[in-house]
T-cell receptor
Framework: GAGVSQTPSNKVTEKGKYVELRCDPI?????LYWYRQSLGQGPEFLIY????????DSGLPNDRFFAVRPEGSVSTLKIQRTERGDSAVYLC???????????????FGSGTRLTVV | AQSVSQHNHHVILSEAASLELGCNYS??????LFWYVQYPGQHLQLLLK??????LVKGIKGFEAEFIKSKFSFNLRKPSVQWSDTAEYFC????????????FGTGTRLTIIP
């Protein structure tokens, strides 16, 4: 598509529930990133995919968080046993690995606002 | 690990005023630097970026930023702001090699009064 698409745009869930957040990157972009933006903060890195594999998952806060990208395109961020502290905007970005560096074509989606009540 | 500081949390200006938003980073090696803007209700958009060469970088909508290596700074400037510049501005850094993670500052909220 023309941009990075994230669904749903808003998600309200109860504490302890499981949620899935979806990211559909720009067609042909091989790199995909997940960030989390809490209120009053800048985005914080969670995980980076190169193709189907997670190249760097050092930003995932704990083992309740997991992400997949099985076919190298769409990615799903999965959060188990959600906690109120997980409330944030979850951002996805994709980039085409060419030019001066992978960040040359870094495009963000509009994000999913997750609220855990 | 790298880090980014944006000391101005909220800036309020009148239209036509000049703008300068501070950004300082901490990293021992060569970096690439970015300014992103987030208009109300919209996604993050790239304003400008520095990779190498001329330290004065011009971006969209009349914004520019100057990389001063000795000060580890990449301040954003605009000579005359407009009401439509009301937004949140984020400075970000990524090392030049071997790291795919953008590190963002906490952002500066800019409010322009008509």
């Amino acid at each position: 598509g023309a941009g990075v698409s994230q669904t749903p745009s808003n998600k309200v869930t109860e504490k302890g529930k499981y949620v899935e957040l979806r990211c559909d990157p720009i067609s042909g972009h091989t790199a995909l990133y997940w960030y989390r933006q809490s209120l009053g903060q800048g985005p914080e890195f969670l995980i980076y995919f190169q193709g189907t594999g997670a190249a760097d998952d050092s930003g995932l806060p704990n083992d309740r968080f997991f992400a997949v990208r099985p076919e190298g395109s769409v990615s799903t961020l999965k959060i188990q046993r959600t906690e109120r502290g997980d409330s944030a905007v979850y951002l996805c970005a994709s980039s085409l690995l060419e030019g001066p560096g992978p960040t040359y074509g870094y495009t963000f989606g509009s994000g999913t606002r997750l609220t855990v009540v | 690990a790298q880090s980014v500081s944006q000391h101005n949390h909220h800036v309020i200006l009148s239209e036509a005023a000049s703008l300068e938003l501070g950004c300082n980073y901490s990293y021992g090696g060569t970096v690439n630097l970015f300014w992103y803007v987030q208009y109300p209700g919209q996604h993050l958009q790239l304003l400008l970026k520095y990779f190498s060469g001329d330290p004065l970088v011009k971006g969209i909508k009349g914004f520019e930023a100057e990389f001063i290596k000795s000060k580890f700074s990449f301040n954003l400037r605009k000579p005359s702001v407009q009401w439509s510049d009301t937004a949140e501005y984020f400075c970000a850094v990524i090392p030049n090699f071997g790291n795919e993670k953008l590190t963002f500052g906490t952002g500066t909220r800019l409010t322009i009064i008509p």
